[in-house]
C-alpha cells in the first residue's frame, strides 16, 4: 500500500495531537499511550477541526478526540463514534521509518454517518414553510420575565394580548403567543466565534437537541408567521435579557446570509410593544429595529407602541392600572396591528427570489494571506 510521509516524529511529541496537511488530503495525527494514530480530519458532521479537538477518556476506558466545534466524539484508533453511535471517522494507517510520520494513502476504514429513523429538526432543515399566499399568521413574543410559581401582571404583555385579539376579530388573523420564560433552551454557545462554518441551519444545539426550547421560535418565526409582535419592558435603558438570550439564539438565521447567501426571513413583518417605568422606547426600538433588519424583515411605518411613565415614577404599583386604563394603549396597539397586516397585505406577492442582501458576505471577506 502507498504511504504519504507527513512530519518528522520529533513533531509530534507524546500526548499532542495536531492537523497535517499534504496536497489536497488533510489528517489528524494523535500520538497517546505510545501509540501514533491517523484520521481524517474534517470531523463528519460540519467539517469541523479534529487536529485541533479536545482528547477524552470515555467510560469505556478509551481516548476519544471531541471536535472542537460541536463536540462530536471519534476513538483515536478506530474512529469509531462512542457506544450508543454508529457513526465513524475515516481511519488511516501509521508507519513511521526513519523517524518520518507517513500515513496510507487510502483509509482502512471509510468513514460513515449513520442515517437516524427519526429527524426531529427535519421540517426546520428542508425549510417546511407554512405559510401562503393567503395566511395571516401573527406570532407574538413575549420576552418579559417573571417566577411562573408568581405570575404578575405584565403591561408589554397585556399590551401584545390585545394585539393578538384584534388582529383575529378585525383581521381574521390567525394568532399564537410564545412566552420565552417558559421555554427551556440554552445560551448560545459561541460556535460561530470559532470558525463561521460552525453555525449551522438548523442551530447546532437544536440537530443535539430536538427538546431545546428555540426550536418552538424557529418553526413560529421562520416557518409560521407572516407577521411578528414582539413585546418587551425595558430594562436598565435595554430590552429584557430574554430578548437577548432568544436573540443570541438566531445568530443561525442570520448568519446564513453571511455565510451561505441564503435569506430564511421572506415577506415578513415585524412590529414592537415596548413599556418600561422608565424611558428609553426610542432607543430600545432603534436596537429591535436593527436587529430584525438583519434577519430579513421589513417594518410598517410608525412599527412600534411605546408606554413609559417617566423618570420619576417609582410608584409601580399603580403603572400597570394606568396602563391599563390609558386611552392611548388601546388605540395605538389598534394601529400598530393595522400597519403591520396591510403590510402583510402587500408584500406578500413581492418577488424575492433574487432578494438583495448589502451585507457582509464570507467569500468578501479578506483573508491573512491578503
Given at each position: 500500500?502507498?504511504?504519504?510521509?507527513?512530519?518528522?516524529?520529533?513533531?509530534?511529541?507524546?500526548?499532542?495531537?495536531?492537523?497535517?496537511?499534504?496536497?489536497?488530503?488533510?489528517?489528524?495525527?494523535?500520538?497517546?499511550?505510545?501509540?501514533?494514530?491517523?484520521?481524517?480530519?474534517?470531523?463528519?458532521?460540519?467539517g469541523?477541526?479534529l487536529?485541533?479537538?479536545f482528547?477524552?477518556?470515555?467510560?469505556?476506558?478509551?481516548?476519544?478526540?471531541?471536535c472542537?466545534?460541536?463536540?462530536?466524539?471519534?476513538?483515536?484508533?478506530?474512529g469509531?463514534?462512542?457506544?450508543?453511535y454508529?457513526?465513524?471517522?475515516?481511519?488511516?494507517?501509521?508507519?513511521?521509518?526513519?523517524?518520518?510520520?507517513?500515513?496510507?494513502?487510502?483509509?482502512?476504514?471509510?468513514?460513515?454517518?449513520?442515517?437516524?429513523?427519526?429527524d426531529?429538526?427535519?421540517?426546520?432543515?428542508?425549510?417546511?414553510?407554512?405559510?401562503?399566499?393567503?395566511?395571516?399568521?401573527?406570532?407574538?413574543?413575549?420576552?418579559?420575565?417573571?417566577?411562573?410559581?408568581?405570575?404578575?401582571?405584565?403591561?408589554?404583555?397585556?399590551?401584545?394580548?390585545?394585539?393578538l385579539?384584534?388582529?383575529?376579530?378585525?383581521?381574521?388573523?390567525?394568532?399564537?403567543?410564545i412566552?420565552?420564560?417558559?421555554?427551556?433552551?440554552?445560551?448560545?454557545e459561541?460556535?460561530?466565534?470559532?470558525?463561521?462554518?460552525?453555525?449551522?441551519?438548523?442551530?447546532?444545539?437544536?440537530?443535539?437537541?430536538?427538546?431545546?426550547?428555540?426550536?418552538?421560535?424557529y418553526?413560529?418565526m421562520?416557518?409560521?408567521?407572516?407577521?411578528?409582535?414582539?413585546?418587551?419592558?425595558?430594562?436598565w435603558?435595554?430590552?429584557?435579557s430574554?430578548?437577548?438570550?432568544m436573540a443570541?439564539?438566531?445568530?443561525?438565521?442570520?448568519?446564513?446570509?453571511?455565510?451561505?447567501?441564503?435569506?430564511?426571513?421572506?415577506?415578513?413583518?415585524?412590529?414592537?410593544?415596548?413599556?418600561?417605568?422608565?424611558?428609553?422606547?426610542?432607543?430600545?426600538?432603534?436596537?429591535?429595529n436593527?436587529?430584525?433588519?438583519?434577519?430579513?424583515f421589513?417594518?410598517?411605518?410608525?412599527?412600534?407602541?411605546g408606554?413609559s411613565?417617566?423618570?420619576?415614577?417609582?410608584d409601580?404599583e399603580?403603572?400597570?392600572?394606568?396602563?391599563?386604563?390609558?386611552?392611548?394603549?388601546?388605540?395605538?396597539?389598534?394601529?400598530?396591528?393595522?400597519?403591520?397586516?396591510?403590510?402583510?397585505?402587500?408584500?406578500?406577492?413581492m418577488?424575492?427570489s433574487?432578494?438583495?442582501?448589502?451585507?457582509?458576505k464570507?467569500?468578501?471577506?479578506?483573508?491573512?494571506?491578503?
Amino acid at each position: 500500500m502507498p504511504y504519504i510521509p507527513l512530519i518528522p516524529l520529533s513533531e509530534l511529541p507524546e500526548n499532542s495531537h495536531k492537523s497535517v496537511r499534504s496536497g489536497k488530503k488533510n489528517f489528524a495525527l494523535f500520538h497517546y499511550n505510545g501509540i501514533i494514530t491517523a484520521l481524517e480530519n474534517a470531523c463528519i458532521h460540519k467539517g469541523g477541526d479534529l487536529g485541533q479537538g479536545f482528547i477524552q477518556t470515555l467510560e469505556d476506558g478509551e481516548l476519544y478526540v471531541a471536535c472542537p466545534w460541536h463536540g462530536w466524539q471519534y476513538n483515536l484508533k478506530t474512529g469509531k463514534a462512542p457506544h450508543g453511535y454508529r457513526d465513524r471517522q475515516a481511519v488511516y494507517e501509521v508507519i513511521v521509518d526513519n523517524g518520518m510520520i507517513s500515513v496510507s494513502e487510502e483509509p482502512l476504514s471509510k468513514a460513515f454517518r449513520a442515517a437516524h429513523d427519526v429527524d426531529p429538526v427535519a421540517d426546520l432543515r428542508n425549510l417546511e414553510y407554512q405559510t401562503t399566499e393567503k395566511s395571516i399568521n401573527v406570532l407574538g413574543i413575549s420576552t418579559t420575565n417573571m417566577n411562573r410559581d408568581l405570575p404578575r401582571p405584565s403591561t408589554s404583555e397585556t399590551a401584545l394580548q390585545q394585539a393578538l385579539d384584534f388582529a383575529a376579530s378585525e383581521f381574521g388573523a390567525s394568532t399564537k403567543m410564545i412566552k420565552i420564560r417558559d421555554l427551556n433552551f440554552r445560551h448560545c454557545e459561541g460556535y460561530y466565534s470559532r470558525h463561521e462554518r460552525a453555525c449551522t441551519w438548523p442551530c447546532s444545539i437544536s440537530e443535539m437537541d430536538g427538546e431545546d426550547g428555540m426550536n418552538e421560535v424557529y418553526r413560529s418565526m421562520v416557518l409560521w408567521a407572516d407577521a411578528v409582535i414582539l413585546a418587551t419592558p425595558i430594562r436598565w435603558g435595554n430590552a429584557s435579557s430574554l430578548f437577548y438570550k432568544m436573540a443570541e439564539r438566531l445568530n443561525t438565521v442570520q448568519n446564513q446570509i453571511t455565510v451561505h447567501d441564503r435569506v430564511l426571513i421572506k415577506n415578513k413583518v415585524a412590529s414592537f410593544i415596548i413599556t418600561g417605568g422608565q424611558d428609553n422606547v426610542q432607543g430600545v426600538a432603534g436596537n429591535l429595529n436593527s436587529f430584525f433588519t438583519d434577519l430579513g424583515f421589513t417594518f410598517p411605518p410608525f412599527n412600534f407602541v411605546g408606554w413609559s411613565r417617566g423618570w420619576i415614577a417609582e410608584d409601580t404599583e399603580n403603572n400597570y392600572n394606568q396602563f391599563f386604563r390609558s386611552r392611548y394603549v388601546k388605540r395605538s396597539v389598534r394601529e400598530l396591528v393595522t400597519n403591520t397586516i396591510r403590510l402583510v397585505m402587500q408584500i406578500k406577492d413581492m418577488d424575492v427570489s433574487h432578494l438583495h442582501t448589502p451585507k457582509p458576505k464570507i467569500s468578501e471577506a479578506g483573508s491573512l494571506s491578503e
